[in-house]
């Protein structure tokens, strides 16, 4: 297997700047609480209560996703994201605890060769859907 060097750029305009957290707007906000803690995430701090309440989880790398109450179907798929995608080290187990906590198959994991720049790279990925329709990809590059 190549190792693939990642250099990590510091935002040059605003100091500190990095990735902290994407939100989610969900319709029923218990049933997607429960599929997103039985992918392992845990829960770090929630406020507000009804259609007002939000929880923040861990991925398990620092990385978050801020969960919303409230949501319906008032808000279109892309209003709530494209996809969200996490590394994972094994995609195909990632995907069938995803399946066995309620989400739903878009596409089964596969390698996917790109004819990237400035090297080729291959992907393994698979997307799952969640209670609202949110797109998520489990991901690693091979």
């Given amino acids: 297997m190549r190792e693939v060097v990642v250099i990590i750029m510091a935002n040059e305009i605003i100091s500190g700047m990095g990735f902290h957290h994407i939100a989610l707007k969900v319709a029923d906000f218990a049933k997607s609480r429960e ?9 770090l701090c929630g406020w507000g209560e009804g ?8 991925l398990g790398d620092g990385g978050r996703i801020e969960m919303f109450a409230g949501g319906g179907d008032h808000l279109s798929k892309e209003g709530k994201w494209l996809h969200f995608a996490m590394k994972v080290d094994d995609v195909e187990a990632a ?5 066995a906590a309620g989400f739903v198959s878009k596409a089964a994991p596969k390698v996917v060769p790109l004819n990237s720049w400035p090297e080729k790279m291959t992907f393994n990925i698979a997307f799952v859907i969640g209670n609202d329709g949110e797109e998520l990809e489990f991901f690693k590059q091979i």
Wanted: overall charge negative; cysteine-free; glycine content about 10%.
């Fill in 95 to 99: 995907y069938n605890t995803a399946l």
């Fill in 51 to 58: 259609d007002g309440e939000i929880v923040m989880f861990d």
């Fill in 35 to 43: 599929m997103y803690r039985a992918l392992g995430m845990k829960e």
